[in-house]
């Protein structure tokens, strides 16, 4: 009976000393495990995505599961900065530029409105020469409407036609709904507001005056939701435009650097700070956008177009923007 009870308290304190899977997982730091690089159940085991990993499985820097960067895993900061490092390459090598492009090669709005004959060649000379005039300040849409009694509408109009794209309605826009889709900082940028009806996985984007596909697709990417471009008359753009910066935006840190490498760095420490449960970049002209959630995150895929069904609008506390500017010197 006595020695019962005393086998019974050795076996309780061997038990205390020997971390289960489970106690393990529970406490990730506070136990060495020399068999293997994570804790967890064999299934889930983490396997570093550097491919030129040259870390042993004896030779662990350190057990964890975060950060994670677009649903990989590394097994030390230098092989999490190998794949930064390739992902700010993937986005300089998409080939578009810095600077949004001039679009020579559209059909001049004047032009357009001419063709359509809802102006005379004498109006659109006058509103050309007014243009000129005042050094380039108002746009021609603006000119014509002043001179030549053209209104919003038509402007607008004409603009979807040059653009190939719909004159979208504001009807039922609501800020606070895609307050998280885009960080302010690029709105203001790109001259854009956000629109989106209930929980669909499409989302308009409202370009001011010139449409830009490079920025839509970079949205389509960070959010997984299909975006569909358009434009809208200048009053109401000005009017949503103003009730949108009026919103609570998620978090966002912006920062400039000189060069590429100087990215990937800037990348890495912000990466190793917040240790985030996923994280996702994107290029959009010269700002490298970075988003991070703090919260365990929705399946993304680099592609963006196989987010999972909650990888939809984040919640604005699930996540936080890094925006770094690209302003290489001359
Ligand atoms: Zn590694």
Redesign the pocket.
Known sequence: MWMEQLQTGRKAALMELTPTWAEAARSPDAWPLPWGRTAQHPSLLNT?M?AS?K?SWLRLWRRRNVPRFEGQW???QE?MRVLIEQAVERELGDGTPLEPKKHKHRIPLGLLMLSQGWITQEQLRKALEAQREAGGKARIGAWLMRQAGLSEEQVTRALSMQWGCPVLSLTGHQPEAVSTLIPRILLDTYGMVPLRNGSSRLAYLAFEDRMDSTVALAVERMSGIHIESGVVTASQFMRVHERMMGAAFPKTQLMEVKSSSMVAREIAAVIERVRPHQTKLVRMHRYFWLRLWRTPAPALSVSGSQAGPRGLVPRIHQVEDVLIRLQPED
């Open positions: 570093c550097n990993c870390t590394a097994c030390s092989c």
